[in-house]
């Protein structure tokens, strides 16, 4: 009995600093995308590297609560969709990190007038994926409350859209002074933040179905 | 050759491990909660426990049905049910030990031309009735103070299926118990008469000859389990409506307090003496018991949920299996009888002495023998079970080992 006290004890610590881990590495994105954007290059590093330890440590922590779960033989109806709800959690961490990685090693150059439209964008897109780890954290004590704080997700995802069809449309149809390569670069660089709230909607769909069937 | 007569006994344990017994775990293992093998081996001993400990009270009732009196007729009887019960088993129906060997009796008291005691049966027969009855109504409020207690107390979801893993063990193996207690009767029951066998002085217990009948026989019940029970508690488990763990501990705790209350001295003298009627002492079908739990808690989700053919197959089952064993029965002593001249029994007068007792067995050799077979068997079962530990904690060391070499790999 004290071995199940102890497994259970450790899995709920595993999955809470799982979560921990994804909501500061989104922290940390917004802050790094701020600190290039005004060419604090000092800080975005910081950031990257933080980022790049919190994506590694969620990594091992993905890991052992999948081997926990199917050595201990825990959670046997909703094993399967939690370890894919981690799956989904991780590849917001990994989007984070490999946006990071790409806007240093491409160093792309934003027009000065986008920077407030991207600073949104990042806040919008940070907003839905943060806004899913409470619902996430619910899951596992008040399924009921679950698909009402998912309803911001799907609010800030929509609003993600928005802001980026925006400054594409800005972009390529109001900086003519940009050439085409320049301009095919900013879409890559804005997909990349846009991608954030994309995968937050699709863990959100999960999540959702995920708390109906704990609660019937 | 007296010993050879027991065989058809053990059968009938096997048949009945193999199919009834699997019910108090039968809930944890369809729902995943709960692996086969940790079932199994707990399943086994808390059986033996109930039947060595608590199973005499049911087997008076069934002796008052048809006191067989010959020991070629106990054999035949367990033989008889022992088929049924297997071949139904073999249809994945779950099926009752305790139907097949009142049909048996019914079949015996035919044969032989002994009057069957209307009122006995009755009273089993009721039983059948309010078993399932009184296991749907264990079974609704329990299940809606475990949800109502899930929704309001805010505890981690993993924690909670935690606690429930545990409620399962603890009355699965009070299910066990209390099915070996209360059906023990209709493994050994017919053979009590036959066999007076030394008391065993275990060290910290000592047991009777009744005791020891029903050892074995909950032995065989043990290995009925093990070998092959996995297939109905699949069945019960997942087929008939899909049980949620707290749906799960629920049935199985619901179908538990049936059980003893159906087998308990204690409770029924207790309420002789509180002036209410007292609850007969009769052997239930664990398996109708069940099925009640989860019809119960089927009807308070919804009706939606519940597989009606597969029910009524069950339900079929139960009415066939009294039946085909008593003709079958019937067909076992006619053919034993006249091919081997074996003495199946007599028609019973009135005040006359039982021929029956005249062949009881108080031969020490026997004695003696069944005491080495019994120690003997305790002993495997205590190594097979240090076997299955050793080795299950050998396979969580290789999986830690090669965790750790992954993680060193990656770096």
């Not at chain 2, 060997?101 to 059948?128: E, P, Y």
């Amino acid at each position: 009995m004290a071995l199940f006290t102890r497994t259970t004890k450790n899995l709920i610590i595993k999955i809470e600093e799982f979560f921990d881990n994804v909501e500061i590495g989104i922290l940390v994105f917004r802050e790094g995308i701020k600190s290039y954007l005004i060419n604090n290059r000092e800080d975005f590093v910081r950031h990257l590297q933080k980022v790049d330890a919190l994506e590694s440590n969620a990594d091992k922590l993905q890991r052992e609560i999948e081997n926990d779960m199917i050595t201990n033989s825990i959670l046997p109806q909703h094993r399967e969709e939690v370890t894919k709800l981690i799956d989904q959690l991780d590849e917001i961490i990994d989007s984070v990190k490999s946006s990071l990685n790409d806007f240093n090693i491409e160093l792309p150059e934003i027009p000065s007038a986008l920077n407030n439209d991207i600073l949104d964008l990042t806040e919008v897109s940070s907003n839905a994926a943060e806004e899913l780890i409470p619902a996430a954290r619910a899951y596992f004590r008040a399924p009921y409350t679950v698909r009402e704080k998912l309803l911001k997700v799907y609010y800030f995802e929509t609003e993600t859209d928005k802001i980026s069809k925006g400054i594409k449309k800005q972009i390529f149809q109001q900086m003519p002074e940009l050439d085409l390569a320049h301009k095919a670069h900013l879409r890559y660089i804005l997909h990349h933040i846009e991608n954030i709230s994309d995968i937050a909607q699709k863990a959100a769909d999960l999540l959702s179905a995920m708390a109906i069937k704990v609660i019937t | 050759m007296i010993l050879l007569f027991l065989t058809s006994g053990l059968f009938l344990g096997w048949s009945l491990g193999a199919n009834d017994a699997s019910n108090a775990f039968g809930s944890a293992v369809g729902s995943k909660m709960v692996s086969f093998r940790t079932a199994a081996i707990i399943a086994s001993i808390a059986v033996i426990l109930g039947a060595v400990m608590q199973g005499s009270g049911t087997s008076q009732t069934l002796g008052k049905l048809g006191s067989v009196n010959a020991i070629g007729g106990s054999f035949t009887l367990a033989l008889a049910s022992a088929v049924t019960v297997y071949l139904m088993t073999k249809l994945s129906i779950p099926v009752s030990t305790t139907q097949a060997i009142v049909g048996a009796i019914i079949g015996w008291n035919l044969f032989t031309g002994n009057r069957t005691d209307a009122a006995t049966l009755s009273t089993i027969v009721i039983s059948w009735i309010s078993g399932p009855v009184l296991g749907a109504l264990f079974a609704i409020p329990l299940f809606i103070f475990i949800t109502a207690v899930k929704k309001r107390s805010g505890i981690h979801l993993i924690r909670f299926e935690s606690y429930i893993r545990t409620g399962l063990i603890i009355t699965g193996a009070f299910a066990a118990y209390s099915l070996g207690a209360n059906n023990i009767a209709n493994v050994m029951g017919v053979f009590l008469p036959a066999f007076n066998l030394q008391e065993l002085n275990l060290g910290i217990i000592s047991l009777n000859s009744s005791q020891q009948l029903f050892l074995l026989g909950g032995i065989a019940i043990a290995t009925g389990i093990i070998t092959y029970s996995k297939k109905v508690m699949q069945t019960v488990g997942a087929s008939i409506v899909e049980l949620s763990p707290e749906a799960a501990m629920v049935v199985v705790l619901a179908q538990s307090l049936v059980l003893f209350v159906f087998s308990s001295s204690s409770l029924s003298s207790f309420l002789k003496g509180a002036g209410l009627p007292s609850i007969p002492l009769v052997p239930i079908s664990s398996s109708q018991v069940i099925i009640g739990c989860v019809l119960g808690i089927g009807i308070y989700r919804g009706v939606r949920n519940i597989n009606f053919r597969l029910l009524g197959q069950i339900g079929a089952g139960w009415i066939a299996t009294p039946v085909i064993t008593c003709i079958l029965t019937y067909l076992s002593l006619f053919f034993f009888k006249n091919m081997f001249n074996i003495d199946v029994g007599h028609r019973i007068t009135e005040g006359a002495v039982s021929p029956g007792a005249a062949q009881t067995v108080t031969d020490p050799v026997i004695s003696d023998l069944m005491r080495y077979l019994l120690l003997g068997i305790l002993a495997a079962g205590f190594f097979v079970i240090l076997y299955y530990y050793i080795l299950e904690r050998n396979k969580r060391k290789e999986l830690q080992r090669s965790e750790i070499k992954f993680w060193k790999n990656i770096k």
